[in-house]
């Protein structure tokens, strides 16, 4: 009997730890669920729907355009000009950012609303793009999912054409005919232009610089490359009017590219997708 009777107590102490060691994981699981999501950066928010975290998600900024879906969100605006309250209204547990985006006014009143801010390094890279996949993906609990997105990259990247000639392709960044401005070395931009098979014809200036008429006749791309937004904010066939533009080889040829400014230049889960359609456009180019 008193055999029987420590069995019993064994098995006994087994089943609660079981269920106590069960109860520890419902509370875990119930944990990550009761997240609610503010995602102030649409390389993030990207991120946040490719490894399935979605349903967390409660509220984006206007650069979270992709996928369609974040759109049905509610929309902060623009993350420099943020309303605060607005966000607070969300009742969010979580606000995730870039860490150079990040105000010293919104850093305070998080802290004081007792709301976790996670921030993580500005992507300008495609090796930038995978740890920022890696790390946002870790946080969410996605670690797997993570590894799939990036082995993708990895493989979509790899199957890029070659081109027999780098075409000479000028960035332009316009905001009306009152705003441009052209990408020289060291910017992303030049990342993406030369990944996709072409040359950066910005040359002798890092970051950004006015476009001038001098500059552009100078420079002579063969090419120019534009946000859609951007091209589209000059009007039909505007960036060709533009003084200097018509006599360039690119201006002569009317060569323009308009790509999605999220794609081009996020650097998130669809960098690949982005360099794959840039290749395909210089391959056109006579």
């Known amino acids: 009997m008193k055999k029987i009777g420590f069995l019993f107590l064994a ?23 009761a997240k609610r999501i503010v995602s102030l950066s649409g390389s993030i928010t990207e991120i946040i729907y490719a490894v399935g975290s979605q349903k967390e998600l409660i509220g984006v900024d206007v650069t979270s355009t992709y996928p369609a879906a974040a759109e049905k969100l509610t929309n902060l605006g623009h993350v420099r000009k943020l309303a605060v309250e607005s966000l607070l209204a ?3 547990t979580h606000v995730v950012m870039l860490e150079d985006e990040v105000s010293p006014d919104l850093k305070s009143k998080l802290k004081q609303a007792k709301i976790e801010l996670v921030t993580f390094k500005h992507p300008n890279s495609v090796a930038d793009a995978k740890s920022l996949i890696k790390d946002v993906a870790k946080w969410l609990g996605k670690e797997d999912a993570s590894k799939e997105l990036t082995a993708k990259i990895d493989a979509d990247i790899q199957k890029l054409s070659k081109l027999d000639k780098k075409p000479k392709v000028l960035f332009v960044y316009a905001r009306g005919a009152g705003t441009l401005m052209v990408a020289g070395e060291n910017t992303p931009l030049e990342k993406m232009i030369v990944l996709a098979g072409g040359e950066n014809a910005g040359k002798g200036f890092t970051d950004f610089k006015p476009l001038t008429s001098e500059s552009v006749i100078a420079a002579n791309p063969d090419v120019i ?18 003084p200097g533009v ?34 395909k456009a210089f391959k056109k180019i006579k």
């Open 90 to 92: 969300l009742n969010p």
């Open 11 to 33: 098995l006994l102490a087994l089943t609660t730890a079981c269920n106590s060691g069960a109860k520890q994981e419902e509370q875990k699981e119930a944990k990550v669920e």
């Open 225 to 242: 490359l534009m946000f859609t937004s951007g091209a589209q904010s000059l009007g039909p066939d505007g960036i060709f009017n533009v």
């Open 246 to 279: 018509a006599t360039t080889t690119a201006g002569k040829n009317k060569a323009l590219i308009q790509m999605d400014g999220q794609l081009l230049s996020g650097f998130g889960p669809r960098v690949a997708e982005a360099l794959t359609e840039l290749n």
